[in-house]
């Protein structure tokens, strides 16, 4: 997710608060989603075996240099894991104080990389027969997405993850696009919904079809749920004119998902389109909360970050500095010099954003998931499932194609950081790469870095199918 979010909603959620979305269907940028085509639109699969080849050893400098002219970061760093092996290359400063270089061990803002964990674990609370996939939402939370609790679950049971036992009844879309209009459609000029028609928010700010969301829904974006990060007041306070005054507020998710229901759907009802949303992944960590006893965080620790010894990897909760080492972050200020924004409250990012991390933890983390050791072989394969999103997304994961095989990963965005993690489908050549500013590097400039570490030399030359981006 992203924690940063620019003014004409250029970037996606200060957790994925920037939506660089730019594929071959669409370049626009609205809040935190990718309208992927019209509901209704058949799916096409993506090949679920295939693979990017396990080359490596490219000298990726020029590709390094090329993303901070593009992005004007002050400095950035790449990290690559293949063959047992790790190679390291740097550029830049992470402090322009100081001019201190780009350090492997430095921890930085993930942003939205924060999704793949969170899905993570609630696949393998499904695993663990905890919940469903296709468990509305309302079951766990009752109340929060408006009316009763549902004593049960859908009338199908999806991909069979589970029904029944245990809960009490009968068994259950990098970069912002949209299903159903753009992020203000039916908003008042202060950012409040409009008049209520179906699908719409309620007086009470319950929407209409919102009681019958699913887990599933939730992980793969298609709730159609408005992401809070388009809400016009909460994104000047977070990355517009407002930041500097409230940088360090502290917001509960339950207050981050009224903002949410206080706008009309993307799309209505569940389930019929595809749209990056934030709201989607903090719900996500109120429900670990609830079937868990426990926060989402702390399940992370104790299911991930401890079995994969990820020493570098943190959820700061409401804490603003960053662990050492670490460098600083900057944003753009229209020309002059970068601002530094590296102290934050990433409280408003949550379950959508909040990760940090280092290039070492997560080139661990995101090769051991593609490589099996974290997900059964069920939950991997639902989680490389496109099906529905019109490719876009699966859960917590989205697909890039190269013309030499297809990557699997997520990108962050968040005030004063941009990052973006992808592997092959064996997991065993993974790459990351982390800028200090929360711009972004581009389709382009961050394509050629893939081709030249990924595809053959003579692959490198191909046009791109689709952007990397997906949200922030």
Same mark, same amino acid.
């Given at each position: 997710?992203?924690?940063?979010?620019?003014?004409?909603?250029?970037?996606?959620?200060?957790?994925?608060?920037?939506?660089?979305?730019?594929?071959?269907?669409?370049?626009?940028?609205?809040?935190?989603?990718?309208?992927?085509?019209?509901?209704?639109?058949?799916?096409?699969?993506?090949?679920?075996?295939?693979?990017?080849?396990?080359?490596?050893?490219?000298?990726?400098?020029?590709?390094?240099?090329?993303?901070?002219?593009?992005?004007?970061?002050?400095?950035?760093?790449?990290?690559?894991?293949?063959?047992?092996?790790?190679?390291?290359?740097?550029?830049?400063?992470?402090?322009?104080?100081?001019?201190?270089?780009?350090?492997?061990?430095?921890?930085?803002?993930?942003?939205?990389?924060?999704?793949?964990?969170?899905?993570?674990?609630?696949?393998?609370?499904?695993?663990?027969?905890?919940?469903?996939?296709?468990?509305?939402?309302?079951?766990?939370?009752?109340?929060?997405?408006?009316?009763?609790?549902?004593?049960?679950?859908?009338?199908?049971?999806?991909?069979?993850?589970?029904?029944?036992?245990?809960?009490?009844?009968?068994?259950?879309?990098?970069?912002?696009?949209?299903?159903?209009?753009?992020?203000?459609? +039916?908003?008042? /000029?202060?950012?409040? @919904?409009?008049?209520? &028609?179906?699908?719409? %928010?309620?007086?009470? *700010? $319950?929407?209409? !079809?919102?009681?019958?969301?699913?887990?599933?829904?939730?992980?793969?974006?298609?709730?159609?749920?408005?992401?809070?990060?388009?809400?016009?007041?909460?994104?000047?306070?977070?990355?517009?004119?407002?930041?500097?005054?409230?940088?360090?507020?502290?917001?509960?998710?339950?207050?981050?998902?009224?903002?949410?229901?206080?706008?009309?759907?993307?799309?209505?009802?569940?389930?019929?389109?595809?749209?990056?949303?934030?709201?989607?992944?903090?719900?996500?960590?109120?429900?670990?909360?609830?079937?868990?006893?426990?926060?989402?965080?702390?399940?992370?620790?104790?299911?991930?970050?401890?079995?994969?010894?990820?020493?570098?990897?943190?959820?700061? +909760?409401?804490? /603003?500095?960053?662990? @050492?080492?670490?460098? &600083?972050?900057?944003? %753009?200020?229209?020309? *002059? $010099?970068?601002? !530094?924004?590296?102290?934050?409250?990433?409280?408003?990012?949550?379950?959508?954003?909040?990760?940090?991390?280092?290039?070492?933890?997560?080139?661990?983390?995101?090769?051991?998931?593609?490589?099996?050791?974290?997900?059964?072989?069920?939950?991997?394969?639902?989680?490389?499932?496109?099906?529905?999103?019109?490719?876009?997304?699966?859960?917590?994961?989205?697909?890039?194609?190269?013309?030499?095989?297809?990557?699997?990963?997520?990108?962050?965005?968040?005030?004063?950081?941009?990052?973006?993690?992808?592997?092959?489908?064996?997991?065993?050549?993974?790459?990351?790469?982390?800028?200090?500013?929360?711009?972004?590097?581009?389709?382009?400039?961050?394509?050629?870095?893939?081709?030249?570490?990924?595809?053959?030399?003579?692959?490198?030359?191909?046009?791109?199918?689709?952007?990397?981006?997906?949200?922030?």
């Amino acid at each position: 997710m992203a924690i940063r979010h620019r003014a004409a909603l250029t970037a996606l959620l200060t957790t994925a608060f920037t939506v660089a979305l730019a594929t071959a269907l669409t370049a626009a940028l609205a809040g935190c989603g990718f309208d992927a085509g019209p509901s209704g639109t058949r799916p096409q699969t993506l090949p679920y075996g295939e693979r990017a080849p396990e080359l490596g050893g490219a000298d990726l400098s020029g590709q390094l240099r090329r993303m901070l002219t593009v992005s004007r970061a002050p400095g950035g760093a790449v990290l690559v894991r293949a063959a047992g092996r790790t190679r390291y290359t740097a550029a830049g400063a992470s402090d322009v104080g100081s001019g201190r270089g780009v350090r492997r061990a430095d921890h930085f803002r993930g942003g939205s990389l924060t999704k793949t964990f969170v899905a993570t674990v609630v696949l393998q609370l499904a695993a663990e027969d905890r919940l469903g996939l296709d468990d509305r939402v309302r079951r766990h939370l009752p109340g929060v997405l408006g009316g009763p609790s549902a004593q049960g679950r859908g009338d199908d049971d999806g991909d069979g993850v589970r029904m029944d036992a245990g809960h009490g009844g009968s068994g259950h879309t990098d970069d912002g696009h949209t299903a159903g209009g753009s992020a203000d459609s +039916g908003h008042t /000029s202060d950012g409040n @919904a409009g008049d209520e &028609r179906p699908g719409s %928010a309620s007086a009470n *700010g $319950a929407h209409t !079809d919102s009681r019958n969301i699913t887990i599933r829904q939730l992980l793969n974006h298609t709730s159609g749920l408005f992401d809070y990060t388009g809400d016009r007041t909460l994104a000047r306070e977070l990355f517009g004119e407002g930041f500097a005054r409230h940088r360090f507020d502290t917001r509960t998710p339950e207050a981050l998902v009224r903002t949410a229901l206080a706008h009309p759907p993307a799309f209505a009802p569940p389930g019929t389109g595809w749209r990056y949303s934030n709201t989607d992944y903090v719900l996500l960590g109120m429900v670990i909360e609830k079937v868990t006893g426990h926060g989402y965080a702390d399940e992370i620790r104790r299911r991930i970050i401890k079995p994969l010894r990820l020493r570098g990897t943190s959820f700061p +909760g409401t804490r /603003s500095t960053l662990p @050492a080492p670490h460098g &600083r972050a900057y944003t %753009a200020t229209g020309g *002059g $010099a970068p601002r !530094d924004v590296t102290e934050l409250n990433p409280s408003s990012a949550g379950a959508a954003g909040e990760v940090v991390s280092t290039l070492d933890d997560l080139t661990r983390f995101y090769g051991a998931l593609l490589g099996g050791e974290v997900l059964g072989a069920r939950q991997l394969k639902l989680m490389l499932d496109t099906t529905g999103t019109y490719d876009q997304y699966g859960m917590g994961l989205f697909p890039i194609p190269l013309a030499c095989g297809i990557l699997w990963g997520h990108n962050g965005v968040i005030n004063g950081s941009s990052a973006l993690v992808v592997s092959n489908r064996t997991g065993r050549h993974v790459l990351a790469y982390r800028l200090n500013t929360d711009t972004g590097a581009g389709p382009q400039a961050e394509r050629a870095l893939l081709r030249a570490e990924f595809c053959e030399p003579g692959d490198a030359a191909a046009p791109p199918t689709r952007s990397t981006r997906r949200n922030g």
